[in-house]
């Protein structure tokens, strides 16, 4: 076993702190631990365009490798309106702007914590980087 090993909500916040290094949009959040046992966490972040998709997918995935994290799957980097990445406890949606809106994951998800009493999805900003790692003005 690694030494290295996150925890899901560790990871989740890394994940987002990568997404942000490129600019990504948006960046939310939602834990799911309570709802299903398909995953603990999505990160769900938006992209201008189908390059700055492609931009901040290969830095979640390059970042989370460096960090001793394998990505499980990895679907739409064809496409690159909306890639999606399986780290098992945490899936990564990076979606461009207008995939999200038509989507609407958060809104799912709010509807299933609701019948749960569960919280809203919570966003993520720069400043709220994990621990250890130092905000950085680019």
């Not at 490129?22 to 189908?50: E, G, P, Y």
């Not at 690159?80 to 999200?100: A, G, N, Q």
Request: with cysteine.
């Amino acid at each position: 076993m690694k030494g290295n090993i996150l925890t899901s909500k560790a990871l989740a916040k890394k994940i987002a702190a990568f997404a942000l290094l490129k600019k990504a949009q948006n960046v939310v959040l939602l834990d799911l631990r309570k709802l299903t046992t398909m995953s603990d966490f999505f990160v769900i972040c938006s992209a201008d365009s189908d390059t700055h998709v492609r931009a901040i997918a290969d830095a979640i995935r390059d970042g989370a490798q460096g960090a001793g994290e394998k990505v499980w799957h990895d679907e739409g980097q064809g496409q690159s309106t909306w890639v999606l990445l399986d780290f098992v406890d945490v899936v990564v949606h990076v979606f461009h702007k207008e995939t999200r809106s038509f989507y609407n994951l958060e809104k799912l998800w709010a509807m299933q914590s609701l019948n749960t009493s569960r919280t809203s999805p919570l966003s993520f900003r720069q400043e709220e980087k994990p621990s250890g790692e130092k905000n950085s003005h680019q």
